[in-house]
């Protein structure tokens, strides 16, 4: 009973084998037998990378999160601007401004060939407002302005609630910024000359600058600029005192080392990193405006473990245009990055590549391989069978 349902399952053998006796080996078939061995492996591991490798699925959507805060982070250089002239400034169409450097951001002097100046580490530039933030500044540049707490010296006319009294060089400025009111002539005012306010700018007019570190912005359009001066507000107008420093002309040649907007996730492009802008331009006075539009494109990241990132990419487009800083010219010199938001999100999600798809493609690879090789091999047989045949047919007649 058992051995009539053996013999009958043989039937459905769709692999019959030829009889050993009528096999013949020859060297063809092994050298093609080699070379197909060789081509499954490398097919093999080519198709296993790909199967190791992640899947990433990229889908848009309407951005539809709200009343999220935005990081930028920046790491540019400045070749031919001396920290000392630079400030940093957001506003955004919100009318929300974060005047001049934050805590979050350093600025590191940098010689002519751009070389760190390592007598001072990166100091956090503090906002400066206020007369308590007189304790924290540190008096080392002269004695003469080691300030004692009643001690109030005047501000020139700036006094106001937030500064009443103007103790540092410093502080006039901001005193005069808070005002409204261009700060031209530090040779007129003691505090500045104490502190030898005009030899520090001499000292520095040579120098370069680095200034890095991030900044916390709403998720609206806006615009983080670099430019000379202090600025203020004057008459709802956003004006930077470019006189301050007796200097008319501003080189603003500038390497990008870093500009992104929030974390990064793995493969992630910087499109501005590592650009350097050459200002070939040379003006009687000011100095190019560079003027880089950024559209930026939210973007929400699921890693395969389940984590999930929230950050942006960006797009951008780049303008030059030359600010002469005289009256009747508008623009200032500088870089400035105005950001917009798109209103799509691109969600990009981590999927593991399927295991049956790769068994599939391993088999199509075996087999495949396999078969084209014996019909290689079968027809390098017959025909040199054919041809020997031949051959011994001219020889015999
Ligand atoms: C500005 O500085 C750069 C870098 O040092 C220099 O190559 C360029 O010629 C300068 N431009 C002008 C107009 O002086």
Not at 76 to 92: E, G, K, N, T, V
Not at 249 to 265: A, M, P, Q, V, W
Not at 316 to 333: C, D, F, I, M, N
């Amino acid at each position: 009973m058992a051995s009539g349902f053996v013999s009958r399952l043989k039937q459905f053998d769709a692999y019959p084998k030829t009889l050993e006796d009528f096999r013949v080996k020859t060297y063809g078939g092994a050298t093609i037998t080699l070379l197909s061995g060789a081509i499954i492996v490398i097919l093999f591991l080519s198709e296993l990378a790909y199967f190791l490798s992640t899947d990433i699925r990229e889908e848009l959507y309407v951005d539809t999160s709200r009343g999220e805060k935005m990081k930028i982070n920046f790491d540019l250089s400045f070749q031919r601007m001396p920290c000392l002239y630079l400030s940093i400034d957001a506003m955004d169409v919100s009318g929300e401004h974060q005047l001049d450097v934050l805590h979050s951001v350093f600025k590191q002097r940098l010689t002519t060939d751009g070389q760190p100046i390592t007598e001072e580490k990166p100091q956090p530039v503090e906002m400066g407002t206020g007369p308590e933030g007189n304790e924290t500044t540190p008096t080392e540049t002269a004695p003469a302005v080691v300030v004692k707490d009643d001690v109030c010296k005047s501000c020139y006319g700036a006094e106001s609630p937030e500064i009443p009294c103007c103790n540092t060089c410093e502080q006039v400025r901001e005193a005069y910024r808070i005002k409204g009111w261009a700060f031209n002539n530090p040779t007129g005012i003691s505090q500045c000359i104490n502190e030898g306010w005009t030899d520090k700018i001499k000292d520095q007019v040579n120098e370069g600058c680095n200034i890095r570190g991030y900044i916390e912005v709403s998720k609206v359009a806006g615009n983080i600029h670099f430019a000379p001066g202090k600025s203020f507000q004057q008459h709802s107008v956003h004006v930077h005192d470019l006189q301050s420093f007796g200097v008319k002309k501003f080189n603003f040649t500038h390497t990008i080392g870093h500009l992104s907007f929030g974390e990064d996730y793995p493969g992630q492009l910087h499109p501005l990193n590592g650009y350097t802008q050459v200002q070939q331009v040379d003006l009687p006075t000011g100095g190019l405006m560079y003027q880089y539009f950024i559209k930026v494109v939210p973007t929400i990241y699921h890693k395969l473990s389940g984590e999930l990132l929230r950050t942006n990419q960006f797009s951008v487009t780049k303008h030059s245009k030359e600010a002469r800083a005289v009256a009747g010219h508008s623009g200032l010199p500088g870089v400035f990055f105005m950001y917009d938001l798109s209103p799509m999100m691109v969600q990009l999600t981590e999927h593991r590549r399927s295991f049956t798809h790769f068994l599939t493609g391993v088999c199509a690879i075996v087999g495949g391989v396999f078969t084209v090789a014996g019909m290689l091999d079968g027809m390098l047989y017959h025909s040199a069978r054919a041809l020997r045949k031949k051959i011994d047919l001219g020889k015999a007649s």
